[in-house]
């Protein structure tokens, strides 16, 4: 009588593991003690061992989720046979593909992904699909490859995370036009969402712009072959500031808060198919002429949708600027992993009292929000106080 | 900027230092009167006279010990091993002696000597007179190696060999001799170790040596026709190899093809695709694509010599197999 391999419960409160791969295949000999599967739970990926000795005769599961308690695979001697009694788990994979093995077995399944770029559970994908589909949280399990043999190319990925949910098909509704979710539109839901679960606070001050908008100009009459805007003197300035605040650059991480040595700053750009966040890399480093130059080839690109995933990799600190619009203030909403992110309104003259009198000056309001699991108020504030002061009186930057 | 071929552009480099340079020599086997039996030297003895344009004995081994003894001494000598196939014969002298000397006299004696030669198939010389032996060579700590595929890149490279002082392979491919290109008016020296980025493109990093230089700029422009745009790299120095150029182009196209006329197997783009996999691995797209002659050694008949090497349409599938169109 063979012997059934049930999924273990590895920890309290474990309901259900997911099996990554099986480290044997169908007749091969196992010994107890010996790596059997690559189970994934919610903690951790581990091999799990044979509790007995003799053939694997049977795979029920190859991959996908799997509740405690269920039989996955049978072992016994050599030559016996298992009865299959159709062991559908009853947790249907969430995300992972059905097993080819039991796929005859369940009725054609509607628009359930073809697992063919999987064989023996490692899905075919390439390096670059790869590192795509990770840094974008989207399981390669959901995705049909289209390269040799299958194989899952970055231009799946994409295609994938465009691709409208199966649910959305056209559905006759008198006045409600549903539009298939963009791949930018998702990503955006995606990674606001999770900065909503950030405890973040938000420190607001007005800066007069007099001096800021003299060193706009007068960098526009040095370098009159690039468009400098007030974004580019508050890209440097804001890295300068990054730079003398080393605890503002930083992003927090479950087991250590990560300090970055260069001002890797991103500018959210209104793109005709969403926001996207590009980034000005090394900006303490470069002069307002050449922050302006990266910052204007990434706008247009950023306009024609061509930005690479390296223009939009590895930001330490975001500014949002919606001056343009007319804005006098708003709160901008973190940009994960980054610790904070400015939000700059519109600079307008206002009466300003100033030493007994009434002046007409320019100013702009600014608002940065904070992720306080790695930045404190008073942290934040200092940083701010700096920013104002720099564009202030520019010279303080050097 | 005058016009002149890859011949001549090798004939210039070797004048133009033997003019400005008296330590600078040449010998080999019939360079003389006969000018080299590619008529590389025509001409150089009646300039140079016969102590420095040297005609030596039928054995490799004798005639590249000679130019090591001569480097050991202070001279730059240019030995030209008539073809790239008869290295084998001279592959004690160069392999044992002149790579090792630098390093086994604690840096006290250098070896300032290049060994020219060339070969390649094209011209059906058969299977003792085509071959494209680069690689034994790259793998030889102590010596530098060049492949240069235009005329300009051959004069440049040629010079900075002449004047590194480290032992230097240099190859040339018989096909190459004739075709002619653009060359600055003086002679600008090329360092070695970098490659040259021939054509630029978006979808596919081609890395080209020599002859496949030339038949890889063919496929790209047919791919392009296709919708596949082509980025065309010549390393130009196998040895040292510029990493960076390299790498750097596949983490911007994602998908690499290597070519060379050497036997693929085992061949110099073996390494190419070691390091850019190393070095560029979550960039890669498709698997990367290697081009070269078959394995075997090379048939005379011109039918099967042309079947055996690659060319333009071996590299435009190669190009289409990474980004999945054919």
Same mark, same amino acid.
């Given at each position: 009588?063979?012997?059934?391999?049930?999924?273990? $419960?590895?920890?309290?409160?474990?309901?259900?593991?997911?099996?990554?791969?099986?480290?044997?295949?169908?007749?091969?000999?196992?010994? &107890?003690?010996?790596?059997?599967?690559?189970?994934?739970?919610?903690?951790?990926?581990?091999?799990?061992?044979?509790?007995?000795?003799?053939?694997?005769?049977?795979?029920?599961?190859?991959?996908?989720?799997?509740?405690?308690?269920?039989?996955?695979?049978?072992?016994?001697?050599?030559?016996?046979?298992?009865?299959?009694?159709?062991? /559908?788990?009853?947790?249907?994979?969430?995300?992972?593909?059905?097993?080819?093995?039991?796929?005859?077995?369940?009725?054609?399944?509607?628009?359930?992904?073809?697992?063919?770029? #999987?064989? !023996?559970?490692?899905? &075919?994908?390439?390096?670059?699909?790869?590192?795509?589909?990770?840094?974008?949280?989207?399981?390669?399990?959901?995705?049909?490859?289209?390269?040799?043999?299958? $194989?899952?190319?970055?231009?799946?990925?994409?295609?994938?995370?465009?691709?409208?949910?199966?649910?959305?098909?056209?559905?006759? #509704?008198?006045?409600?036009?549903?539009?298939?979710?963009? !791949?930018?539109?998702?990503?955006?839901?995606?990674?606001?969402?999770?900065?909503?679960?950030?405890? /973040?606070?938000?420190?607001?001050?007005?800066?007069?712009?007099?001096?800021?908008?003299?060193?706009?100009?007068?960098?526009?009459?040095?370098?009159? !072959?690039?468009?400098?805007?007030?974004?580019?003197?508050?890209?440097?300035?804001?890295?300068?500031?990054?730079?003398?605040?080393?605890?503002?650059?930083?992003?927090?991480?479950?087991?250590?808060?990560?300090?970055?040595?260069?001002?890797?700053?991103?500018?959210?750009?209104?793109?005709?198919?969403?926001?996207?966040?590009?980034?000005?890399?090394?900006?303490?480093?470069?002069?307002?002429?050449?922050?302006?130059?990266?910052?204007?080839?990434?706008?247009?690109?950023?306009?024609?949708?061509?930005?690479?995933?390296?223009?939009?990799?590895?930001?330490?600190?975001?500014?949002? !600027?919606?001056?343009?619009?007319?804005?006098?203030?708003?709160?901008?909403?973190?940009?994960?992993?980054?610790?904070?992110?400015?939000?700059?309104?519109?600079? $307008?003259?206002?009466?300003?009292?100033?030493?007994?009198?009434?002046?007409?000056?320019?100013?702009?309001?600014?608002?940065?929000?904070?992720?306080?699991?790695?930045?404190?108020?008073?942290?934040?504030?200092?940083?701010?106080?700096?920013?104002?002061?720099?564009?202030?009186?520019?010279?303080?930057?050097? | 900027?005058?016009?002149?071929?890859?011949?001549?552009?090798?004939?210039?480099?070797?004048?133009?230092?033997?003019?400005?340079?008296?330590?600078?020599?040449?010998?080999?086997?019939? @360079?003389?009167?006969?000018?080299?039996?590619?008529?590389?030297?025509?001409?150089?003895?009646?300039?140079?006279?016969?102590?420095?344009?040297?005609?030596?004995?039928?054995?490799?081994?004798?005639?590249?010990?000679? +130019?090591?003894?001569?480097?050991?001494?202070?001279?730059?000598?240019?030995?030209?091993?008539?073809?790239?196939?008869?290295?084998?014969?001279?592959?004690?002298?160069?392999?044992?002696?002149?790579?090792?000397?630098?390093?086994?006299?604690? %840096?006290?004696?250098?070896?300032?000597?290049?060994?020219?030669?060339?070969?390649?198939?094209?011209?059906?010389?058969?299977?003792?007179?085509?071959?494209?032996?680069?690689?034994?060579?790259?793998?030889?700590?102590?010596?530098?190696?060049?492949?240069?595929? *235009?005329?300009?890149?051959?004069?440049?490279?040629?010079?900075? +060999?002449?004047?590194?002082?480290?032992?230097?392979?240099?190859?040339?491919?018989? *096909?190459?001799?004739?075709?002619?290109?653009?060359?600055?008016?003086?002679?600008?020296?090329?360092?070695?170790?970098?490659?040259?980025?021939?054509?630029?493109?978006?979808?596919?990093?081609? @890395?080209?040596?020599?002859?496949?230089?030339?038949?890889?700029?063919?496929?790209?422009?047919?791919?392009?026709?296709?919708?596949?745009?082509?980025?065309?790299?010549?390393?130009?120095?196998?040895?040292?190899?510029?990493?960076?150029?390299?790498?750097?182009?596949?983490?911007?196209?994602?998908? +690499?093809?290597?070519?060379?006329?050497?036997?693929?197997?085992? %061949?110099?783009?073996?390494?190419?695709?070691?390091?850019?996999?190393?070095?560029?691995?979550?960039?890669?797209?498709?698997?990367?694509?290697?081009?070269?002659?078959?394995?075997?050694?090379?048939?005379?008949?011109?039918?099967?010599?042309?079947?055996?090497?690659?060319?333009?349409?071996?590299?435009?599938?190669? @190009?289409?197999?990474?980004?999945?169109?054919?």
């Amino acid at each position: 009588m063979p012997t059934e391999v049930k999924l273990p $419960r590895l920890g309290q409160g474990m309901e259900s593991g997911t099996i990554v791969k099986w480290l044997k295949s169908e007749g091969e000999a196992v010994q &107890k003690g010996e790596a059997l599967y690559e189970l994934d739970t919610d903690k951790v990926t581990q091999e799990v061992e044979a509790e007995a000795t003799g053939v694997l005769l049977k795979i029920a599961v190859a991959e996908g989720e799997v509740p405690v308690g269920e039989t996955i695979a049978f072992i016994g001697k050599e030559g016996e046979t298992v009865e299959v009694t159709a062991p /559908a788990p009853k947790a249907k994979p969430k995300t992972a593909a059905e097993p080819e093995k039991t796929k005859d077995e369940s009725k054609p399944e509607p628009e359930q992904p073809p697992a063919s770029s #999987s064989t !023996n559970g490692r899905i &075919k994908a390439s390096p670059l699909a790869r590192r795509i589909a990770r840094e974008r949280g989207i399981a390669l399990e959901t995705l049909r490859g289209t390269g040799p043999d299958g $194989r899952i190319v970055a231009e799946d990925v994409e295609r994938g995370e465009s691709k409208p949910a199966a649910a959305a098909a056209p559905v006759p #509704s008198g006045q409600v036009e549903s539009r298939p979710l963009s !791949n930018v539109r998702k990503t955006i839901a995606r990674r606001l969402t999770q900065a909503w679960t950030v405890p /973040a606070f938000q420190l607001t001050v007005d800066v007069d712009m007099t001096r800021a908008n003299e060193l706009v100009q007068k960098q526009r009459e040095l370098n009159p !072959n690039v468009r400098i805007t007030v974004t580019d003197v508050l890209t440097k300035v804001c890295a300068m500031a990054l730079m003398r605040h080393p605890d503002m650059n930083v992003q927090y991480s479950e087991d250590a808060l990560l300090v970055y040595p260069s001002a890797d700053v991103g500018i959210a750009v209104a793109a005709p198919q969403g926001l996207v966040v590009p980034v000005v890399k090394n900006a303490e480093r470069l002069t307002i002429a050449q922050i302006a130059q990266v910052r204007a080839d990434l706008v247009s690109r950023a306009r024609d949708n061509k930005l690479r995933s390296d223009d939009l990799e590895g930001g330490t600190f975001t500014i949002s !600027n919606l001056g343009m619009y007319e804005v006098d203030q708003f709160i901008a909403v973190l940009n994960p992993p980054q610790a904070s992110i400015l939000a700059v309104g519109q600079t $307008r003259d206002l009466v300003v009292p100033l030493g007994g009198d009434l002046k007409v000056l320019p100013v702009m309001t600014m608002t940065i929000t904070c992720d306080h699991r790695a930045v404190d108020g008073a942290t934040g504030a200092d940083f701010l106080k700096t920013i104002k002061a720099f564009l202030q009186d520019p010279g303080l930057a050097l | 900027m005058p016009e002149i071929t890859y011949r001549e552009a090798v004939r210039d480099a070797l004048a133009t230092a033997m003019r400005a340079d008296d330590d600078v020599f040449i010998m080999g086997e019939d @360079i003389a009167e006969m000018g080299g039996s590619m008529g590389v030297t025509q001409g150089m003895l009646a300039e140079f006279g016969p102590d420095r344009v040297r005609n030596t004995p039928i054995s490799e081994m004798a005639l590249a010990g000679t +130019a090591i003894g001569a480097a050991m001494q202070g001279m730059r000598p240019v030995a030209e091993i008539m073809y790239e196939d008869f290295l084998t014969l001279a592959a004690e002298q160069i392999v044992n002696q002149a790579a090792k000397v630098r390093y086994m006299s604690g %840096g006290q004696i250098s070896v300032p000597v290049v060994f020219r030669t060339q070969g390649g198939a094209g011209w059906s010389p058969g299977a003792q007179h085509a071959q494209q032996l680069e690689a034994w060579f790259v793998h030889i700590p102590g010596l530098k190696v060049v492949f240069a595929s *235009t005329p300009e890149d051959v004069r440049g490279l040629l010079w900075s +060999a002449i004047y590194d002082d480290n032992p230097v392979v240099f190859f040339e491919h018989r *096909t190459l001799y004739p075709i002619k290109g653009n060359v600055p008016e003086k002679i600008e020296p090329i360092p070695i170790g970098k490659a040259r980025t021939h054509r630029e493109g978006e979808d596919v990093t081609v @890395i080209a040596t020599g002859r496949l230089v030339h038949e890889s700029l063919k496929a790209a422009e047919e791919a392009e026709s296709q919708g596949v745009s082509v980025e065309v790299i010549d390393p130009r120095t196998l040895q040292p190899l510029d990493d960076e150029a390299l790498v750097s182009s596949v983490k911007k196209t994602n998908r +690499a093809v290597v070519a060379h006329e050497a036997v693929t197997r085992m %061949g110099f783009g073996a390494e190419v695709a070691a390091v850019l996999q190393y070095q560029a691995f979550d960039w890669l797209d498709a698997p990367i694509e290697r081009v070269g002659a078959k394995f075997t050694p090379l048939p005379f008949a011109p039918v099967m010599e042309q079947f055996v090497v690659p060319h333009a349409e071996d590299v435009l599938q190669a @190009i289409l197999r990474t980004v999945g169109k054919n």
